[in-house]
C-alpha cells in the first residue's frame, strides 16, 4: 500500500472532491438531480480509480458500479442520493470552517463515497475489489435492493460507507425494518340522520391502532409503531374508510417473522367491517455475528495505524448493509465520516478525521484482499414475501 504523503495535502484533495459531490445536489425522488449526481460521482471515482463506473439504471435510479480483476471478494457500498431538495444550498450552504465541513447530505453520505475513492487510490492492486454506489438508499433501496445483494452474494467481506456513530463508532449491529400499510374499509352514512346504517371506519382503525402497538416486544428491543393515519370525509359522515402505518424494528430475524405473521393476522373487530394489510420486511436485521470478524480486524488495523482506540455500537437504522449481511456476507457498518447531525440543519464532517479513516479503510481491505480465508456469517437474515391481505369479519 502506497503511503498517501502530507496529510494536509491529502485532506485538501478529499475536501474538493467532497465538495464537488455536495454541489451537485440528489434527492433521491428527483431522478434527473440523481442521474445528474451519479455523473459527478462517476468523473470523481475514474479520476481517482483509473477506471470507467458501470452506469446501471433501474427504474429511473442511476446507480454506479466498478469491478476490478476476477472473481469478486471484497464490495464497497454507499449511496449518492440524499434527503436533501435542490436549493438546500442557498440555505446550507458548504463551508470549511472550525474544523468542521457542513453541507447538504456531505455526513450522509458523500464524504464517505470521497473517502472509498481515495482509500482504493492508495492500493496497488485491487484485484477482487467491487464498489458499488447506489442512487436511491434514502427512499428504501427499492430499484437497487436486488443490486446489492447479487453482488454481495459475491464476496466474503461488505464493508459500507455510512457515516460513523458518535465518536466514529463503527456500526456493528442495525435493526431490521419492516413497513405495513392497514386499510380499513366501513360504510358511510349520515352521523345524524342514520349512523346505525354505518361501519365506523375510524372506531375500528382505533382498535387496531392499540392491537398493532402491542405487537412491540420492549425486553427485545422490539417496537412496532403506528405512524401516520388518515380517515374520514366530513365531521357529519361516519367515516367510510381509514388508513394507517406502521413502522417495525428488530434486533433478531425472529423477531421480524412474528411481527410479519401477526400484522397479516389482524382481524376486524367490527362486524362488516374490513381490512387489507399490505407491506412486510424492508431489511432484515444486520446481526452483531455478521460483523464481529471484521470489527475485530478494524480494531487492530486502528491500534497499528495509531487511530482509536475503535469502538463499535448497535443501531435502530437501517441501511444497505441489512441486505448484504441478510444474504450472508459478513458486513461491517459505519467506515465513512466521522461527525453528525444527518438529515438536520447542522450536518457535519469532521475534517482531521477524514485522512486517518481513509487509511483504516485502505488497510481493512489490504488485509481483507491479502487474506486467503473467506469468512462467512452463520445464516442469512429472513427474506418474507409480502403479499396484501384481506379479511372481513
Same mark, same amino acid.
Given at each position: 500500500?502506497?503511503?498517501?504523503?502530507?496529510?494536509?495535502? !491529502?485532506?485538501?484533495?478529499?475536501?474538493?472532491?467532497?465538495?464537488? &459531490?455536495?454541489?451537485?445536489?440528489?434527492?433521491?425522488?428527483?431522478?434527473?438531480?440523481?442521474?445528474?449526481?451519479?455523473?459527478? +460521482?462517476?468523473?470523481?471515482?475514474?479520476?481517482?480509480?483509473?477506471?470507467?463506473?458501470?452506469? =446501471?439504471?433501474?427504474?429511473?435510479?442511476?446507480?454506479?458500479?466498478?469491478?476490478?480483476?476476477?472473481?469478486?471478494?471484497?464490495? &464497497? &457500498?454507499?449511496?449518492?442520493?440524499?434527503?436533501?431538495?435542490?436549493?438546500? @444550498?442557498?440555505?446550507?450552504?458548504?463551508?470549511?470552517?472550525?474544523?468542521?465541513?457542513?453541507?447538504? *447530505?456531505?455526513?450522509?453520505?458523500?464524504?464517505?463515497?470521497?473517502?472509498?475513492?481515495?482509500?482504493?487510490?492508495?492500493?496497488?492492486?485491487?484485484?477482487?475489489?467491487?464498489?458499488?454506489?447506489?442512487?436511491?438508499?434514502?427512499?428504501?433501496?427499492?430499484?437497487?435492493?436486488?443490486?446489492?445483494?447479487?453482488?454481495?452474494?459475491?464476496?466474503?467481506?461488505?464493508?459500507?460507507?455510512?457515516?460513523?456513530?458518535?465518536? *466514529?463508532?463503527?456500526?456493528?449491529?442495525?435493526?431490521?425494518?419492516?413497513?405495513?400499510?392497514?386499510?380499513?374499509?366501513?360504510?358511510?352514512?349520515?352521523?345524524?340522520?342514520?349512523?346505525?346504517?354505518?361501519?365506523?371506519?375510524?372506531?375500528?382503525?382505533?382498535?387496531?391502532?392499540?392491537?398493532?402497538?402491542?405487537?412491540?416486544?420492549? %425486553? @427485545?428491543?422490539?417496537?412496532?409503531?403506528?405512524?401516520?393515519?388518515?380517515?374520514?370525509?366530513? =365531521?357529519?359522515?361516519?367515516?367510510?374508510?381509514?388508513?394507517?402505518?406502521?413502522?417495525?424494528?428488530?434486533?433478531?430475524?425472529?423477531?421480524?417473522?412474528?411481527?410479519?405473521?401477526?400484522?397479516?393476522?389482524?382481524?376486524?373487530?367490527?362486524?362488516?367491517?374490513?381490512?387489507?394489510?399490505?407491506?412486510?420486511?424492508?431489511?432484515?436485521?444486520?446481526?452483531?455475528? %455478521?460483523?464481529?470478524?471484521?470489527?475485530?480486524?478494524?480494531?487492530?488495523?486502528?491500534?497499528?495505524?495509531?487511530?482509536?482506540?475503535?469502538?463499535?455500537? !448497535?443501531?435502530?437504522?437501517?441501511?444497505?448493509?441489512?441486505?448484504?449481511?441478510? =444474504?450472508?456476507?459478513?458486513?461491517?457498518?459505519?467506515?465513512? !465520516? +466521522?461527525?453528525?447531525?444527518?438529515?438536520?440543519?447542522?450536518?457535519?464532517?469532521?475534517?482531521?478525521?477524514?485522512?486517518?479513516?481513509?487509511?483504516?479503510?485502505?488497510?481493512?481491505?489490504?488485509?481483507?484482499?491479502?487474506?486467503?480465508?473467506?469468512?462467512?456469517?452463520?445464516?442469512?437474515? !429472513? +427474506? &418474507?414475501?409480502?403479499?396484501?391481505?384481506?379479511?372481513?369479519?
Amino acid at each position: 500500500m502506497r503511503r498517501s504523503g502530507n496529510e494536509d495535502a !491529502a485532506a485538501a484533495a478529499m475536501i474538493a472532491d467532497i465538495e464537488r &459531490l455536495v454541489r451537485c445536489e440528489s434527492p433521491s425522488e428527483d431522478l434527473a438531480a440523481v442521474t445528474r449526481s451519479a455523473e459527478v +460521482v462517476a468523473e470523481v471515482g475514474a479520476r481517482l480509480l483509473g477506471a470507467e463506473g458501470e452506469r =446501471v439504471v433501474v427504474d429511473g435510479h442511476t446507480h454506479l458500479r466498478w469491478r476490478f480483476g476476477g472473481e469478486p471478494r471484497v464490495l &464497497l &457500498l454507499g449511496h449518492h442520493d440524499t434527503v436533501w431538495p435542490v436549493g438546500s @444550498l442557498r440555505t446550507h450552504p458548504f463551508e470549511v470552517r472550525d474544523g468542521l465541513l457542513r453541507g447538504p *447530505g456531505c455526513f450522509d453520505m458523500k464524504a464517505g463515497l470521497v473517502m472509498a475513492f481515495h482509500a482504493l487510490a492508495a492500493l496497488d492492486d485491487l484485484d477482487g475489489v467491487t464498489l458499488l454506489v447506489t442512487g436511491d438508499e434514502e427512499t428504501g433501496s427499492l430499484s437497487s435492493r436486488e443490486l446489492i445483494e447479487d453482488e454481495a452474494r459475491g464476496c466474503s467481506a461488505a464493508l459500507v460507507l455510512e457515516a460513523a456513530g458518535p465518536g *466514529g463508532a463503527l456500526k456493528t449491529a442495525r435493526k431490521g425494518v419492516s413497513r405495513y400499510e392497514v386499510l380499513v374499509r366501513g360504510r358511510a352514512a349520515h352521523a345524524g340522520l342514520e349512523p346505525e346504517r354505518g361501519v365506523n371506519a375510524s372506531v375500528e382503525l382505533a382498535r387496531q391502532v392499540v392491537a398493532v402497538a402491542g405487537l412491540g416486544d420492549p %425486553a @427485545l428491543g422490539t417496537t412496532v409503531t403506528p405512524t401516520r393515519l388518515e380517515a374520514g370525509t366530513t =365531521v357529519n359522515t361516519v367515516p367510510g374508510s381509514a388508513r394507517f402505518e406502521v413502522d417495525a424494528r428488530v434486533w433478531e430475524a425472529a423477531e421480524q417473522i412474528r411481527v410479519h405473521t401477526a400484522m397479516l393476522g389482524l382481524r376486524p373487530a367490527l362486524d362488516g367491517a374490513e381490512l387489507v394489510i399490505r407491506g412486510g420486511p424492508n431489511r432484515p436485521p444486520l446481526q452483531a455475528a %455478521a460483523s464481529a470478524d471484521l470489527f475485530e480486524r478494524a480494531r487492530r488495523l486502528a491500534a497499528t495505524l495509531g487511530i482509536g482506540p475503535l469502538t463499535s455500537l !448497535a443501531v435502530g437504522g437501517a441501511s444497505d448493509g441489512n441486505f448484504t449481511a441478510g =444474504v450472508g456476507t459478513p458486513t461491517l457498518d459505519g467506515l465513512g !465520516a +466521522v461527525g453528525g447531525g444527518a438529515h438536520a440543519d447542522d450536518e457535519h464532517v469532521v475534517v482531521a478525521e477524514l485522512t486517518g479513516r481513509t487509511r483504516l479503510l485502505a488497510a481493512l481491505v489490504a488485509e481483507l484482499l491479502a487474506s486467503a480465508e473467506v469468512v462467512h456469517s452463520d445464516e442469512p437474515g !429472513a +427474506v &418474507l414475501p409480502c403479499p396484501p391481505t384481506s379479511c372481513r369479519a
